[in-house]
């Protein structure tokens, strides 16, 4: 999946401004934008485009201080809970739960993040 700016997505996938990264949010799709089937399996699509999207600044999940999930089924909440235990070491960063109405492309899943990210970094800062 692209992580270039275009006129489909006119924003960056991570700003890094003040020592923190701003992830935009990350859907539950595959590189061709079709929704990911199945309920882990869009929760882990979305983290990993979320990951993905974060190390165009430098960051790791390590770094990841907040998230945000919007979900189509807030039944997802126990889905959720075990993913942060397998994607995190404690302590956990915090984490915002919503349901949405519907999310872009028919996704069922989306996660965006806020990272303070250490170390020297190439990428552009806001």
Do not use: C
């Not at 089937?37 to 979305?46: F, I, P, V």
């Not at 809970?81 to 996704?107: C, D, H, I, K, M």
């Amino acid at each position: 999946m692209s992580t270039d700016v275009t006129a489909a997505h006119p924003y960056r996938p991570a700003v890094l401004a003040g020592g923190l990264a701003f992830v935009s949010g990350a859907l539950s799709v595959d590189a061709d934008y079709v929704p990911v089937a199945g309920r882990q399996e869009a929760l882990d699509a979305a983290a990993e485009r979320m990951a993905e999207r974060l190390a165009t600044v430098g960051g790791t999940l390590a770094d990841i201080v907040k998230l945000t999930y919007y979900v189509t089924d807030l039944s997802l909440r126990e889905e959720a809970n075990r993913q942060l235990e397998r994607l995190f070491a404690e302590a956990r960063p915090a984490r915002t739960f919503v349901e949405v109405s519907r999310l872009p492309y028919g996704a069922t899943v989306e996660i965006d993040a806020i990272a303070q990210v250490r170390g020297d970094s190439t990428a552009p800062v806001a």
